[in-house]
């Protein structure tokens, strides 16, 4: 309504106003020597802008004020090289209800009630792409191509899938009864929501897919790295 809020690779949110895009207010967090390429996208949501920072805490800012409404360590830098004490969180967060679902890149996935910042449950894993929900499970991929659906109650894995391993794959989308992960390669994989299995691949582009993939109905949406916008109508296995 009244802010648009940017976030930048040099750990900064800025709140602008959405008429005359005057910086309101900038959050700056604190940066760490090594970082991975990227960022998050800010949610706004009950007066708050939250969103993850290299120094994997997720932060809610107050949209009129700018100050700190709460914040939450998702990872924990740990180790004796930067390289290990890496923690970003660069993937898309999901808003379910007041539920906020985030991961960090060495560190874990993490339920939050977005109105008071109170961590709900956690699960180790290690992920840049992000996370999604579909079926009452919270979809992630593992850095190591690990595809699971975790309870959204907090309650354990309800599948997993490691057939895709290393394959550098994009943000889960659910469509459907499926769920759609791409690969480096530029293969579109279809899994089943209700146990994980792969039961469909087509190609999509030899330069892969790193944007979010968004679904509407049966259609999914894919942008790749080479630039095309593509729509493919997911049917149901015969």
Same mark, same amino acid.
């Given at each position: +309504?009244? $802010?648009?809020?940017?976030?930048?690779?040099?750990?900064?949110?800025?709140?602008?106003?959405?008429?005359?895009?005057?910086?309101?207010?900038? *959050?700056?967090?604190?940066?760490?020597? =090594?970082?991975?390429? +990227?960022?998050?996208?800010?949610?706004?949501?009950?007066?708050?802008?939250? #969103?993850?920072?290299?120094?994997?805490?997720?932060?809610?800012?107050?949209?009129?004020?700018?100050? !700190? #409404?709460?914040?939450?360590?998702?990872?924990?830098?740990?180790?004796?090289?930067?390289?290990?004490?890496?923690?970003?969180?660069?993937?898309?967060?999901? =808003?379910?209800?007041?539920?906020?679902?985030?991961?960090?890149?060495?560190?874990?996935?993490?339920?939050?009630?977005?109105?008071?910042?109170?961590?709900?449950?956690?699960?180790?894993?290690?992920?840049?792409? +992000?996370?999604?929900?579909?079926?009452?499970?919270? $979809?992630?991929?593992?850095?190591?191509?690990? %595809?699971? #659906?975790?309870?959204?109650? +907090?309650?354990? %894995?309800?599948?997993?899938?490691?057939?895709?391993?290393?394959?550098?794959?994009?943000?889960?989308?659910?469509?459907?009864?499926?769920?759609? !992960?791409?690969?480096?390669?530029?293969?579109?994989?279809?899994?089943?929501? %209700?146990?994980?299995?792969?039961? @469909?691949?087509?190609?999509?582009?030899?330069? @892969?897919?790193?944007?979010?993939?968004?679904?509407?109905? #049966?259609?999914?949406?894919? *942008?790749?790295?080479?630039?095309?916008?593509?729509?493919?109508?997911?049917?149901?296995?015969?």
């Amino acid at each position: +309504g009244k $802010y648009v809020v940017s976030q930048t690779y040099d750990g900064k949110l800025v709140g602008l106003d959405f008429e005359t895009g005057e910086i309101q207010w900038t *959050y700056i967090s604190d940066v760490p020597v =090594l970082t991975l390429r +990227g960022t998050g996208t800010p949610i706004l949501v009950g007066g708050n802008a939250v #969103a993850g920072f290299a120094e994997g805490k997720v932060v809610a800012i107050n949209l009129r004020s700018g100050n !700190v #409404a709460w914040e939450v360590r998702i990872g924990i830098p740990e180790g004796s090289s930067e390289i290990e004490r890496l923690v970003d969180i660069d993937g898309s967060m999901t =808003l379910q209800g007041n539920q906020l679902y985030v991961a960090s890149y060495q560190g874990r996935l993490v339920a939050i009630d977005v109105l008071s910042g109170r961590k709900i449950w956690q699960h180790n894993v290690s992920s840049v792409s +992000g996370v999604n929900v579909g079926f009452g499970n919270v $979809y992630v991929a593992d850095d190591d191509g690990t %595809v699971s #659906a975790f309870l959204r109650d +907090g309650q354990g %894995v309800r599948w997993q899938n490691i057939d895709l391993g290393y394959r550098d794959l994009s943000r889960p989308t659910p469509i459907s009864s499926y769920v759609a !992960v791409v690969d480096f390669e530029g293969f579109l994989h279809l899994l089943s929501q %209700v146990d994980g299995e792969i039961v @469909g691949r087509t190609k999509v582009d030899g330069s @892969g897919a790193r944007a979010d993939m968004i679904s509407s109905g #049966a259609r999914l949406y894919v *942008y790749t790295n080479s630039g095309k916008l593509k729509a493919y109508d997911v049917e149901p296995r015969k």
